[in-house]
């Protein structure tokens, strides 16, 4: 079975940091991401990486959010920094499996609130 599984999440000043993760199982995956969906909003793209590691950022977290992977570990990463109010979340790990037809697969999420 495939699963993504995130960690990482909690509560955090606004100005502070937090670092996601999310394991993947079951395959090894091409394109990863990270999504966010606010509360009573919908759910939106933060960024993307490559397998090899180019890179694609929403404008609201560019300069401030930092996603890479480890392929070996089949581990996505998610670093955030000078967090503010809004990027209030539920943060969910998203992965395309090496399989055919592709198919896209997404973790349950994890919570991130920023208190000011």
């Known amino acids: 079975q495939v699963q993504l599984q995130e960690s990482g999440g909690g509560l955090v000043q606004a100005g502070g940091s937090l670092r996601l993760s999310c394991v993947g199982s079951?395959?090894?995956?091409?394109?990863m991401a990270w999504y966010r969906q606010p509360p009573g909003k919908q759910r939106e793209l933060v960024a993307a990486?490559?397998?090899?590691?180019?890179?694609n950022y929403a404008d609201a977290v560019k300069g401030r959010f930092t996603i890479s992977r480890d392929n070996a570990k089949n581990t996505l990463f998610l670093q955030m920094n000078s967090l503010n109010v809004e990027d209030t979340a539920v943060y969910y790990c998203n992965a395309n499996a090496y399989e055919v037809p592709p198919r896209t697969y997404w973790g349950r999420g994890t919570q991130v609130t920023v208190s000011s």
């Open positions: 079951g395959s090894t995956f091409s394109g």
């Open positions: 990486i490559a397998r090899l590691g180019s890179t």
